[in-house]
């Protein structure tokens, strides 16, 4: 799942389902997948390491593990007539993994680092008038977006509150440079979303999230 396969440095998704604890797990899977079952996801996991002595060598073993718990929490009252869980009746329609291996992808990649660093270096190098346009394909790498350029619209400069005497990490960082007498606006106030005209002929554009940041001065 690494995107840098020649980085040894970077961890790998077999080694995080094979050694991060249950509180670890849970939180990737919640974190950067957005998953309602992400604790029980986790206990599975582990409980298979250590009960079993299951290694996770490929994502079949995965993909097995996460399956064998959803279907449970699915299709079962657990043996009694009570109102099941509120998570287990919102299980999508999609592969019950998806969201767990896209939790693992950004973890090991560290995507939406990527993501916040780069628009930050963008914007320093925008000219006046310049506009920088971005599209994020799921809401984790859309929500650090949207708030950084309404921050910027609203302040005006980056990370500078009403106070001069307040200076922002951001603007001592060498890779953003000093921005504090830069100004932007947002010309699209929301984000543009694809019409269905578009989705018809692209599916994939259907979560795709369009943003613009203009600097004026």
């Given at each position: 799942?690494?995107?840098?396969?020649?980085?040894?440095?970077?961890?790998?998704?077999?080694?995080?389902?094979?050694?991060?604890?249950?509180?670890?797990?849970?939180?990737?899977?919640?974190?950067?997948g957005?998953?309602?079952?992400?604790?029980?996801?986790a206990?599975?996991?582990?409980?298979?390491?250590e009960?079993?002595?299951k290694?996770?060598?490929?994502?079949?073993?995965?993909?097995?593990?996460?399956?064998?718990?959803?279907?449970?929490?699915?299709?079962?009252?657990?043996?009694?007539?009570?109102?099941?869980?509120?998570?287990?009746?919102?299980?999508?329609?999609?592969?019950?993994?998806?969201?767990?291996?896209?939790?693992?992808?950004?973890?090991?990649?560290?995507?939406?680092?990527?993501?916040?660093?780069?628009?930050?270096?963008?914007?320093?190098?925008?000219?006046?008038?310049?506009?920088?346009?971005?599209?994020?394909?799921?809401?984790?790498?859309?929500?650090?977006?949207?708030?950084?350029?309404?921050?910027?619209?609203?302040?005006?400069?980056?990370?500078?509150?009403?106070?001069?005497?307040?200076?922002?990490?951001?603007?001592?960082?060498?890779?953003?440079?000093?921005?504090?007498?830069?100004?932007?606006?947002?010309?699209?106030?929301?984000?543009?979303?694809?019409?269905?005209?578009?989705?018809?002929i692209?599916?994939?554009?259907?979560?795709?999230?369009?943003?613009?940041?203009?600097?004026?001065?």
């Open positions: 799942m690494r995107f840098n396969q020649q980085d040894a440095t970077l961890p790998t998704a077999a080694n995080a389902v094979n050694t991060l604890s249950e509180v670890q797990l849970t939180k990737i899977f919640r974190d950067y957005e998953e309602r079952l992400a604790k029980e996801f206990k599975a996991v582990v409980r298979d390491r009960e079993r002595g290694v996770f060598e490929t994502t079949r073993d995965l993909r097995e593990c996460i399956e064998r718990i959803a279907n449970m929490w699915k299709s079962s009252d657990k043996g009694k007539k009570k109102k099941k869980d509120k998570r287990a009746s919102k299980i999508r329609s999609t592969h019950p993994a998806t969201r767990c291996f896209q939790a693992l992808r950004i973890y090991v990649n560290d995507e939406l680092s990527h993501v916040e660093n780069g628009v930050k270096q963008l914007v320093n190098h925008l000219a006046t008038n310049g506009r920088l346009v971005t599209i994020a394909f799921h809401s984790l790498e859309d929500r650090p977006i949207k708030n950084f350029f309404r921050d910027l619209d609203k302040k005006g400069r980056i990370g500078v509150e009403d106070d001069d005497d307040d200076e922002s990490d951001w603007e001592n960082d060498n890779d953003i440079g000093p921005l504090k007498d830069r100004r932007f606006r947002l010309p699209l106030r929301k984000a543009t979303k694809a019409t269905d005209e578009e989705i018809s692209n599916s994939r554009s259907r979560s795709a999230r369009l943003r613009c940041l203009e600097r004026i001065l």
